[in-house]
T-cell receptor, first 114, second 114 residues
Framework: AQSVTQPDIHITVSEGASLELRCNYSYGATPYLFWYVQSPGQGLQLLLKYFSGDTLVQGIKGFEAEFKRSQSSFNLRKPSVHWSDAAEYFCAVGLNQAGTALIFGKGTTLSVSS | DAGVIQSPRHEVTEMGQEVTLRCKPISGHNSLFWYRQTMMRGLELLIYFNNNVPIDDSGMPEDRFSAKMPNASFSTLKIQPSEPRDSAVYFC????????????FGPGTRLTVT
């Protein structure tokens, strides 16, 4: 069965520092991969997605993620964190088939210190 | 586009009462998903529909939960009778079967059962 692991429950980063959030997945084939962000009291917003092709994908708000098949990973990165990036981040995996549900990780809460 | 619309945004009810949550997907989307989010269990898929037909309801916790999608623009999630352990944030999301599979989330309904 497919699964998603986000090893870090909570991360604190200084404003202006770089960020990397980890995501590992379990799936027999190449999955569709997503990162979502949830601000307090809000729904989930899509940051970026990977379906195929270039393994480094760019998203909104200056985020990027790299798909590494050998490591079954899809880590999210940002070179310089802003205070407004404080939120909860979810990695998700989907089957490469339309109309199927996504499986979400437990999420990583990002705090930004000044 | 107005995005996914959910109502009510907040619901407080007493144990034993019936609760109905409502969702209007993005126009043109033909997949609809209901999720529940709690601190303990994270984001869980409850049920999803393709073209108004329920595809997988294995995540529905008990017979007290039911969901319907009478047409392409409306879905309900009903809990009867409600219990305190049903307290959570319930999200609706929609996607396009012919699109790129990402799901768009509504703002959620925060349910409190006392």
């Amino acid at each position: 069965a497919q699964s998603v692991t986000q090893p870090d429950i909570h991360i604190t980063v200084s404003e202006g520092a770089s960020l990397e959030l980890r995501c590992n997945y379990s799936y027999g084939a190449t999955p569709y991969l997503f990162w979502y962000v949830q601000s307090p009291g809000q729904g989930l917003q899509l940051l970026l997605k990977y379906f195929s092709g270039d393994t480094l994908v760019q998203g909104i708000k200056g985020f990027e993620a790299e798909f590494k098949r050998s490591q079954s990973s899809f880590n999210l990165r940002k070179p310089s964190v802003h205070w407004s990036d404080a939120a909860e981040y979810f990695c998700a995996v989907g089957l490469n088939q339309a109309g199927t549900a996504l499986i979400f990780g437990k999420g990583t809460t990002l705090s930004v210190s000044s | 586009d107005a995005g996914v619309i959910q109502s009510p945004r907040h619901e407080v009810t007493e144990m034993g009462q019936e609760v109905t949550l409502r969702c209007k997907p993005i126009s043109g989307h033909n997949s609809l998903f209901w999720y529940r989010q709690t601190m303990m269990r994270g984001l869980e898929l409850l049920i999803y529909f393709n073209n108004n037909v329920p595809i997988d309801d294995s995540g529905m916790p008990e017979d007290r939960f039911s969901a319907k999608m009478p047409n392409a623009s409306f879905s309900t999630l009903k809990i009867q009778p409600s219990e305190p352990r049903d307290s959570a944030v319930y999200f609706c999301a929609s996607s396009n079967l012919a699109g790129s599979y990402e799901q768009y989330f509504g703002p959620g309904t925060r349910l409190t059962v006392t």
